[in-house]
């Protein structure tokens, strides 16, 4: 699906502000309400957005974050990225050049929750050689805002 112009505006607004009501947005972009309303339908429909709530770290009372690089073998990449998206605690996923095949961001509410997911279920995955994790201890900054970019 290529985006247009009125496409790119709805979603600047909505990841400025995602209760912005389709009325308004029509306003600032300078087209009716029912336009809004159809193309966020066919955004969401084509998964070009997704409408969900993000999780403020700063706010969580014992956040366990972790940053973890994976080595793992390249005819498996695609299928370890795959099994590891349908991880709820894993939050972020890309492919690297560099030092890891892998770099994976995973968000547990504890230290027990965050152990089971890098020792169990990660270290299960068929073609994972190597996990390398850091475990985050104080946030300076942490721009939950960030999660509409990734």
Same mark, same amino acid.
């Given at each position: 699906?290529?985006?247009?112009?009125?496409?790119?505006?709805?979603?600047?607004?909505?990841?400025?502000?995602?209760?912005?009501?389709?009325?308004?947005?029509?306003?600032?972009?300078?087209?009716?309400?029912?336009?809004?309303?159809?193309?966020?339908?066919? %955004?969401? *429909?084509?998964?070009?957005? $997704? @409408?969900?709530? &993000?999780?403020?770290?700063?706010?969580? #009372?014992?956040?366990?974050?972790?940053?973890?690089?994976?080595?793992?073998?390249?005819?498996?990449?695609?299928?370890?990225?795959?099994?590891?998206?349908?991880?709820?605690?894993?939050?972020?996923?890309?492919?690297?050049?560099?030092?890891?095949?892998?770099?994976?961001?995973?968000?547990?509410?504890?230290?027990?929750? %965050?152990? *089971?997911?890098?020792?169990? $279920? @990660?270290?299960? &995955?068929?073609?994972?050689?190597?996990? #390398?994790?850091?475990?985050?201890?104080?946030?300076?900054?942490?721009?939950?805002?960030?999660?509409?970019?990734?």
């Amino acid at each position: 699906m290529s985006l247009d112009n009125i496409d790119k505006k709805i979603i600047q607004l909505m990841g400025a502000d995602a209760r912005m009501s389709n009325h308004q947005m029509a306003a600032v972009i300078g087209v009716s309400e029912g336009t809004v309303r159809n193309r966020v339908k066919k %955004l969401i *429909k084509n998964e070009v957005i $997704k @409408i969900s709530v &993000i999780n403020n770290i700063n706010q969580i #009372e014992n956040p366990s974050l972790a940053f973890v690089g994976l080595d793992v073998e390249a005819r498996e990449k695609d299928k370890i990225a795959s099994a590891l998206s349908k991880m709820q605690e894993v939050r972020f996923i890309s492919s690297l050049i560099g030092r890891h095949d892998l770099m994976v961001f995973i968000l547990a509410d504890d230290a027990a929750e %965050l152990s *089971k997911v890098l020792y169990q $279920k @990660i270290a299960s &995955i068929p073609g994972v050689r190597n996990a #390398e994790s850091s475990i985050g201890l104080k946030y300076f900054k942490y721009d939950y805002k960030l999660a509409r970019l990734i």
